[in-house]
């Protein structure tokens, strides 16, 4: 068999697109505002991990679906994403037991809670009310929203979208493109998906980057000109600290649509040195476990600040250590608990994988 090209300059930008959404949920826990940030745009990372996603998928298991079973299929995307998810759920409700700020164990229901938590562990949305969640669909873990139409993406992968000819791709690509544009209009922002109210939008924003995440890999991989890493690093990075402008729900759909299936496919084609090749694989290892587990840290220091003010060189020396601190824990994780069950489950379900 031969080997796959693994994309490891990839892996990196995904790494580099974690830290930012840690460091704009940081900047929203200590401000309080969501005009004063680093990164303003952060949340769109959440896009460029869905175009990265439909890339790496069809990649992986384009030319080898027809003789995949869907079940196969699923328990290689269960092993890969879900012990992480179970591991957030639990310090998103360790948390809340035990949070000193966050007064509001006068209202807690033992039977809503425990069916709350049960629904994050299975990736189920709740419209149950758990106190002092903002009504978050995963009150416990909020970035799992993304992670649940992550699953959707793939189970509709499985199904239909490996072997969809490329006119009924390009006609879904066009049609959930549609559906961005008109919902960033309606509501002034792509911000949305993890709310009741915004569900739709974080549809859309699923529908379309994974879609052109296929496309890119599928019929417009064009690029023969290698382009430099640091011209990718620096315009992802540019993309996702765009100040909020006049025309913001524009600019966001051009970040989301144009800006980065163009990093995904630039990217794809950048040759990187050894040493670099090492970085860009540990920022990959640690992108995932960083994104679904550093959430419980921002509900806390959320509810701090909102009692206590803190001054701009206490704010940054915060911001600055948790996200040091952070990604130490997302390392811990991957090390000790990640990879291990990983590696126990596939394991075990090796004679049904293949």
């Keep these: 068999m031969i080997e796959k090209k693994h994309y490891v300059f990839l892996d990196g930008l995904r790494g580099i697109a974690a830290i930012v959404v840690v460091i704009f949920h940081l900047f929203e826990s200590v401000y309080q505002k969501h005009n004063v940030n680093l990164f303003p745009h952060g949340f769109l990372a959440v896009d460029f991990f869905f175009c990265l996603s439909g890339f790496v998928i069809a990649h992986a298991y384009d030319d080898r679906a027809e003789n995949l079973s869907c079940l196969s299929f699923f328990k290689r995307r269960f092993v890969r994403l879900h012990p992480l998810v179970i591991f957030g ?49 995963f009150p416990f873990n909020p970035p799992s929203w993304s992670l649940s139409l992550e699953y959707l993406a793939n189970i509709f992968y499985i199904l239909i979208l490996w072997k969809l000819p490329r006119k009924w791709l390009i006609l879904m690509l066009t049609f959930s493109l549609s559906s961005l544009i008109y919902l960033a209009h309606k509501f002034g922002t792509l911000s949305g998906g993890w709310h009741p109210e915004t569900f739709t939008v974080g549809v859309a924003r699923m529908s379309f980057s994974f879609f052109a995440g296929l496309a890119i890999k599928r019929y417009f991989f064009l690029f023969k000109v290698q382009p430099n890493f640091i011209v990718v690093v620096v315009l992802l990075l540019i993309a996702l600290g765009m100040p909020f402008l006049k025309y913001n729900w524009l600019i966001e ?14 990217a794809a084609r950048v040759n990187i040195s050894n040493k670099l090749q090492y970085t860009a694989d540990i920022l990959g290892r640690l992108s995932y476990p960083l994104y679904i587990t550093h959430y419980w840290f921002i509900i806390t220091l959320s509810n701090y600040c909102k009692i206590y003010q803190l001054n701009k060189v206490s704010a940054l020396a915060v911001i600055m250590g948790a996200t040091c601190s952070l990604v130490l824990l997302a390392y811990l994780v991957l090390r000790i608990y990640d990879e291990p069950v990983q590696k126990w489950l596939n394991k075990k379900l090796s004679r049904h994988i293949n």
């Design 89 to 137: 759920s639990f310090l998103g409700i360790a948390i809340y037991f035990f949070d000193p700020w966050g007064n509001y164990s006068t209202s807690w229901n033992p039977i809503l809670i425990g069916i709350a938590y049960l629904q994050s562990n299975i990736l189920i949305p709740t419209l149950i009310s758990v106190p002092n969640r903002y009504g978050n669909l």
């Design 253 to 266: 759909v051009i970040i989301v649509a144009l800006i980065f299936p163009l990093i995904v496919a630039s």
